[in-house]
């Protein structure tokens, strides 16, 4: 799919222009359009699983949730408000209401944003454009790609370690304090195997004759091209519709530093 195969280093600006453009506008129309149109384009252009965007988004969904129920339980009233509902010490206005809902909408637009990145994107893909467009140290670079390859690793060792306490006896912990030193026992073997894997690795890459030079060739080269260029336009061009939709419905408002 477009998405997918798009440049990383330019999906990376793109995401972080649309972001930075959106936080300069804080009404309920801007994010929510943002929302849907970041949701479309997202399904339409890229290879994405809906159950898996679907379980990394519910988190955001709560946070927005959470965002909005904090900002109605604790407002800011300011003389003038229009009063909807008041009980106790609950007073809950029609501009408070607009913001708490705007405030929501933001965290689900910069999420969708996010998430349309991490789904689309090849982590090592996006490393090696990092090098050859954005001109990252290769040592640096590296050291990152090295360390998510280990991640795997570490895990099935995890189960390993667990697999032979438990043989001998003393895989079950049941008060805080032995939890406390089960994850002492874990760490210790976790961080000696670490280091191992991290010395063979460093000797096997200098033997292959790595430098850390910043020219040099790749075996894997991540162009950029005109579709890129077209795709960044679209994703920033969400931003931009959603602006003028909500300033032609007169929803517009700019972020003034305080909700």
Excluded at 51 to 76: C, G, H, Q, T
Excluded at 175 to 191: E, G, H
Excluded at 235 to 244: K, R
Aim: aromatic share 12%.
């Amino acid at each position: 799919m477009l998405l997918n195969e798009m440049n990383p280093s330019i999906k990376a600006l793109s995401i972080v222009v649309g972001i930075l453009m959106l936080s300069f506008f804080f009404d309920p129309v801007t994010p929510l359009l943002s929302f849907l149109l970041t949701i479309a384009i997202t399904f339409i252009f890229g290879k994405v699983s809906f159950k898996k965007w679907i379980f990394l988004f519910l988190p955001f969904l709560f946070m927005a949730v959470v965002y909005v129920w904090s900002a109605l339980l604790f407002p800011r009233v300011d003389p003038g408000d229009h009063i909807l509902w008041e009980w106790q010490f609950i007073t809950v206005t029609e501009e408070g209401l607009e913001r708490s809902i705007s405030l929501g909408l933001r965290v689900l637009s910069f999420a969708s944003l996010s998430l349309l990145f991490a789904l689309t994107t090849n982590p090592i893909h996006f490393l090696l454009s990092l090098m050859q467009q954005c001109r990252l140290s290769p040592k640096i670079a590296y050291s990152i790609m090295a360390g998510y390859q280990f991640l795997p690793l570490m895990k099935e060792e995890m189960e390993i370690i667990r697999g032979a306490h438990r043989v001998r006896g003393a895989g079950r912990s049941h008060t805080l304090s032995d939890k406390i030193k089960q994850i002492k026992k874990y760490a210790i073997p976790l961080l000696a195997s670490g280091i191992r894997k991290a010395e063979r690795t460093a000797i096997a890459m200098e033997s292959k004759g790595f430098t850390g030079e910043p020219n040099r060739e790749f075996y894997k080269v991540i162009p950029v091209t005109k579709k890129d260029w077209l795709l960044s336009c679209m994703l920033i061009g969400v931003v931009i519709l959603s602006v003028y939709v909500s300033f032609k419905l007169g929803h517009l408002s700019l972020y003034r530093g305080e909700l």
